[in-house]
Nanobody, 115 residues
């Protein structure tokens, strides 16, 4: 089974940017929809944005619209999340997974935004 490993998180000041990457151990071409999710402390995990195999994006969580951009490279087996104009409320552990999230969750990557 394809395993997913997230990276790129870190500590950033409000207004800053980060680029998260999700690397798969095998081909993601067969995965129709991939997504980035996040879980803030004390909150449920939520879907941030999904992307289809063909690169179509038709949803962003309201809280990230206009600031985050999801992309996918099937040849490199990666799914990325460009995060701009970060806010303290974006602080969370970010995960990638299929949509619906049927695969085993990875460890995620921590994003901390200071005010």
């Amino acid at each position: 089974q394809v395993q997913l490993v997230e990276s790129g998180g870190g500590l950033v000041q409000a207004g800053g940017s980060l680029r998260l990457s999700c690397a798969a151990s095998g081909s993601i071409f067969s995965i129709v929809v991939m997504g980035w999710y996040r879980q803030a402390p004390g909150k449920q995990r939520e879907l941030v944005a999904p992307i289809t195999r063909g690169g179509s994006v038709n949803y962003y969580a309201d809280s990230v619209k206009g600031r985050f951009t999801i992309s996918r490279d099937n040849a490199k087996n990666t799914v990325n999340l460009q995060m701009n104009s970060l806010k303290p409320e974006d602080t969370a552990v970010y995960y990638c997974n299929e949509l619906p999230a049927t695969r085993t969750w990875g460890q995620g990557t921590q994003v901390t935004v200071s005010s």
